[in-house]
């Protein structure tokens, strides 16, 4: 982005939700001894509602593994975020504005191969689990059940596995991987 002084739109929509970050970033996770120290998994969520986004983020600063680096209300903002944070994983909505989470999704995937997302969604919809998956999703969380699935999904991903609710059929996913 220039430093010129006729800002677009998108470019203040960006600026909020640095803001938006900022505010975000201040979990209040104590570090671990150095004896027990571990390299903490970085998460980035991006949904468009804040009530959802605090949600998630009040489950994961719970993790003592997981730390929160940033929030973002649609898809754009979540791949413009990508070189600055380099999360370890995204929490991705697929409904939002702007750029939809599959979308997102597909762009995540071939700038970071090493940055894993999780589909976040209020939809058990076969479609839509294999447009996930063949964006490069390694999982799908229905919203429902974020509470007892995301810090689950999150280490099973980061483990190098594909993580679905058990509410959504296997024959949702098992011919897209």
Same mark, same amino acid.
Do not use: C
């Given at each position: 982005?220039?430093?010129?002084?006729?800002?677009?739109?998108?470019?203040?929509?960006?600026?909020?939700?640095?803001?938006?970050?900022? #505010?975000?970033?201040?979990?209040?996770?104590?570090?671990?001894?150095?004896?027990?120290?571990? !390299?903490?998994?970085?998460?980035?969520?991006?949904?468009?509602?804040?009530?959802?986004?605090?949600?998630?983020?009040?489950?994961?600063?719970? !993790?003592?593994?997981?730390?929160?680096?940033?929030?973002?209300?649609?898809?754009?903002?979540?791949?413009?975020?990508?070189?600055?944070? #380099?999360?370890?994983?995204?929490?991705?909505?697929?409904?939002?504005? #702007?750029?939809? %989470?599959?979308?997102?999704?597909?762009?995540?995937?071939? *700038?970071?191969?090493?940055?894993?997302?999780?589909?976040?969604?209020?939809?058990?919809?076969?479609?839509?689990? #294999?447009?996930?998956?063949?964006?490069?999703?390694?999982?799908?969380?229905? *919203? !429902?059940?974020?509470?007892?699935?995301?810090?689950?999904?999150?280490?099973?991903?980061?483990? %190098?596995?594909?993580?679905?609710?058990?509410?959504?059929?296997?024959?949702?996913?098992?011919?897209?991987?």
């Amino acid at each position: 982005m220039s430093g010129d002084s006729n800002r677009s739109d998108d470019s203040k929509r960006s600026d909020d939700s640095v803001r938006e970050v900022t #505010q975000l970033n201040t979990g209040n996770q104590a570090m671990p001894d150095s004896k027990s120290w571990q !390299q903490l998994i970085e998460v980035l969520i991006a949904d468009d509602h804040p009530l959802v986004s605090e949600t998630i983020r009040a489950v994961v600063a719970r !993790q003592s593994d997981m730390s929160v680096i940033a929030a973002v209300g649609d898809g754009t903002d979540a791949v413009a975020l990508l070189d600055k944070y #380099q999360p370890d994983i995204v929490i991705m909505d697929i409904n939002m504005p #702007q750029m939809d %989470g599959i979308k997102a999704t597909r762009l995540i995937r071939e *700038k970071s191969a090493s940055t894993h997302i999780i589909m976040f969604s209020n939809h058990r919809n076969a479609t839509l689990v #294999q447009q996930a998956i063949k964006a490069g999703a390694s999982g799908y969380v229905l *919203k !429902q059940f974020a509470l007892s699935d995301i810090p689950d999904a999150i280490r099973t991903v980061m483990s %190098g596995k594909m993580f679905f609710s058990e509410e959504i059929p296997a024959n949702y996913y098992s011919n897209s991987e």
